[in-house]
Nanobody, 127 residues
Framework: QVQLVESGGGLVQPGGSLRLSCSAS????????IGWFRQAPGKEREGVSC????????YYIDSVKGRFTISRDNAKNTVYLQMNSLKPEDTGVYYC????????????????????WGQGTQVTVAS
């Protein structure tokens, strides 16, 4: 069964950190570009970061640059999103998505281009 499972979300105070994990089963992530998306209440889902399948090239939206770090461990079939200096505006449900894309570039940020999605993990940043 092909599946992506996110974990690591939770409640954290502003300035705190969380590390999200995205683990795959039923397929190998090493030929997939991986994206992290988030959806805040009442807002559309937005792409936050992505990592390519070759050379692990990364991309971040401006609002998380310098605070978030995406990485992949193909041996563990897992992608991570380290989130530091969290802000209340980072609150939302975080999803990982995978697209078979053998490239040094990230897949398109368009949600429609991704083949597999996780169920999401809630991140709440509040004091």
């Amino acid at each position: 069964q092909v599946q992506l499972v996110e974990s690591g979300g939770g409640l954290v105070q502003p300035g705190g950190s969380l590390r999200l994990s995205c683990s795959a089963s039923g397929f190998f992530l090493d030929i997939y570009g991986i994206g992290w998306f988030r959806q805040a209440p009442g807002k559309e889902r937005e792409g936050v970061s992505c990592i390519s399948s070759i050379d692990a090239t990364t991309y971040y939206i401006d609002s998380v640059k310098g605070r978030f770090t995406i990485s992949r461990d193909n041996a563990k079939n897992t992608v991570y999103l380290q989130m530091n200096s969290l802000k209340p505006e980072d609150t939302g449900v975080y999803y990982c998505a995978a697209r078979r894309f053998v490239s040094r570039r990230c897949p398109s940020s368009s949600r429609a281009t991704y083949e597999y999605w996780g169920q999401g993990t809630q991140v709440t940043v509040a004091s």
